[in-house]
């Protein structure tokens, strides 16, 4: 099996989300009572996000020491400046793409070691001992592969595969043109591509 159809899979079998999807409408209510400092409504918003944006900033930025402050930098300024949400994009697109920006800024004012038994792991549907073991070992080899990547190509993948975003939509939240994000997808496959490759050819020789 290769890495794309495992992603396309995962993304496809996966089940829903435990703390639940709530419509476009939904949530743009609930941004509606942000506007009027409802501080439940947004508690709600925040509770709702916090699983889809700690999954992405935990994979654009590799550090786990600074994604919970980014992801609260993230969600202050959408209970700061709500208004400023003019309704021409999703809004899961614009929160989306206020978290990249705080991730990048992040990364820029730090210069930590990855640690990888500090990455959150996620849970399993429960497959046979054999299965486990394979799923196991590709989420080790494609961590270690997106760990090589640049933040701009990580994020493309993890929107892609993992947030089930069109080409237009993470143009907007990565504020690059459409042809650049599908650039990126390019040289991000090929990448992980060779990486997966040499990360199964050294286990091979390990075995």
């Known amino acids: 099996?290769?890495?794309?159809?495992?992603?396309?899979?995962?993304?496809?079998?996966?089940?829903?989300?435990?703390?639940?999807?709530?419509?476009?409408?939904?949530?743009?209510?609930?941004?509606?009572?942000?506007?009027?400092?409802?501080?439940?409504?947004?508690?709600?918003?925040?509770?709702?996000?916090?699983?889809?944006?700690?999954?992405?900033?935990?994979?654009?930025?590799?550090?786990?020491?600074?994604?919970?402050?980014?992801?609260?930098?993230?969600?202050?300024?959408?209970?700061?400046r709500a208004d400023s949400f003019d309704g021409r994009s999703k809004l899961s697109t614009w929160i989306f793409g206020i978290a990249y920006r705080k991730g990048l800024k992040a990364l820029g004012r730090l210069d930590l070691p990855v640690d990888e038994d500090d990455m959150p792991e996620a849970a399993d549907p429960g497959p046979g001992p054999e299965q486990q073991f394979t799923l196991v070992q590709l989420r080790g080899r494609l961590r270690a592969a997106m760990a090589e990547l640049s933040p701009e190509h990580r994020a493309v993948v993890e929107l892609c595969y993992f947030h089930d975003m069109a080409y237009g939509e993470i143009a907007e939240v990565v504020g690059c043109p459409q042809e650049t994000v599908k650039t990126r997808m390019f040289y991000a496959r090929r990448r992980l591509r060779l990486l997966l490759d040499d990360l199964a050819g050294h286990h091979g020789e390990l075995s």
């Open 1 to 80: 099996m290769s890495i794309w159809s495992s992603l396309r899979n995962k993304r496809e079998s996966a089940p829903p989300p435990a703390h639940g999807v709530a419509s476009e409408t939904a949530e743009l209510a609930l941004l509606a009572g942000v506007r009027r400092g409802r501080r439940a409504d947004f508690d709600t918003l925040y509770r709702l996000y916090h699983p889809r944006l700690w999954r992405f900033l935990t994979h654009l930025m590799r550090q786990s020491a600074a994604i919970e402050e980014a992801l609260n930098d993230t969600m202050l300024v959408v209970w700061q």
